[in-house]
């Protein structure tokens, strides 16, 4: 049921997609705590093409009469899971960005006082 | 009531935050010193770029520059955090547009000094002055408001007044924890409600914004609901991030 052509696409696809992430890696582009689950779903993906009886199972378990549909659902869930996990990157990002200004305004502040009167310096901290 | 005479006097601040307010800056400030001597004021500059901190400064208040605009939650905080570090024992924040009326600031301190409160809210809908906002906002306001009393248990006319004072109590659980962004003020009673601090709602008179107009365009005070909305349920749900020291 699974045509040849679509696993050998879907495979090619999937060895082309790790290659680029290894690159980044490699070149600094991308740490790797970031990569670990886009090579996990280049590998998922790669591995349900090459292995049709794999996707064959998975398709029939889940119900889905074409079996390479059950390979976008897997992709799909995990590119999910990706964007799911950059967005708790960028809230804790911007939670840290908050901190820092407001600890480069307290800082600043007290330079400035600091360097108008150098005498007080003592009653300035506290 | 000897023994409360002979404790040194608390030490006031007023925390004004500012985003473009070189027009009134100066006379928030003057009122301010002119209505109870005894604050110092710190101004939170929300990266202005009409001079409003050289005003704020040149009046002679305590000047806090963030290096970008971290909207009205998080300038405030800085604030906060100031307070907390030096040593202030009492904070009231007060709006840098002249909205908020600095007769009245002896009004929504007196909880605080007296030990009824840890946060003083100051409600333009709790009997006194004139303040009405109108439509959508006063809509939104009273929604805010009862979805707030009933969470806390306690009735509030009014959580989106930014007209606050606070103690130290408050004061290191806002420095910790503070919502970012519009409409904190919702939030942060919230917050304040399942630390269990004591929320005193006091009635206070507020004028009308003197310049400008709100900040907020109408998809971005939907955005801004619906972001309070899910905020206030999720933390019913959130456990405590930190533990607030007793009470003294």
């Known amino acids: 049921m699974i045509p040849f052509r679509v696993s050998v696409v879907a495979a090619i696809a999937a060895i082309i997609f790790l290659l680029v992430i290894f690159e980044l890696i490699r070149s600094r582009k991308l740490q790797e705590r970031y990569a670990l689950l886009w090579l996990i779903t280049g590998g998922v993906i790669l591995l349900l093409s090459v292995w049709r009886d794999a996707l064959r199972l998975v398709a029939e378990q889940i119900g889905i009469a074409y079996p390479p549909s059950a390979l976008f659902v897997v992709g799909f869930l995990f590119i999910l899971a990706v964007l799911l996990h950059y967005s708790t990157v960028i809230s804790e990002l911007a939670e840290r960005n908050v901190m820092l200004a407001q600890d480069i305004a307290l800082l600043e502040e007290r330079l400035r006082m600091q360097e108008a009167h150098p005498a007080e310096e003592r009653a300035q901290g506290a | ?248």
């Open chain 2, 1 to 248: 009531m000897t023994e409360a005479d002979q404790t040194p006097p608390k030490r006031q601040i007023a925390i004004v935050p500012a985003l473009n307010e070189a027009a009134t800056i100066g006379r928030v400030i003057q009122e301010i010193r002119a209505a109870d001597p005894a604050f110092e004021i710190v101004v939170v500059d929300d990266g202005s770029d009409d001079g409003t901190g050289a005003v704020a400064e040149a009046a002679g208040a305590r000047l806090l520059i963030l290096p970008f605009n971290l909207g009205i939650g998080g300038a405030v905080q800085t604030g906060f955090r100031y307070a907390l570090t030096n040593g202030f024992d009492v904070a009231v924040q007060i709006d840098g547009d002249g909205q908020h009326d600095s007769s009245q600031l002896r009004v929504i301190l007196e909880p605080l000094i007296a030990g009824e409160a840890d946060l003083v809210i100051g409600s333009r809908y709790a009997g006194v002055g004139t303040y009405r906002a109108r439509g959508m906002r006063r809509v939104g306001q009273r929604l805010f408001a009862s979805i707030v009393s009933l969470l806390i248990r306690q009735p509030l006319t009014d959580t989106s007044s930014s007209f606050r004072a606070l103690n130290r109590r408050s004061l290191s659980l806002f420095a910790a924890d503070y919502p970012h962004g519009f409409l904190e003020t919702v939030e942060a009673t919230v917050l304040a409600g399942k630390y269990r601090l004591r929320i005193k709602e006091v009635p206070v008179t507020m004028r009308e914004r003197e310049t400008g107009s709100t900040s907020l365009t109408i998809p971005l005070s939907l955005f801004y609901s619906a972001k309070v909305l899910l905020a206030v349920f999720v933390s019913m749900f959130r456990r405590p991030a930190l533990r607030l020291e007793e009470e003294p």
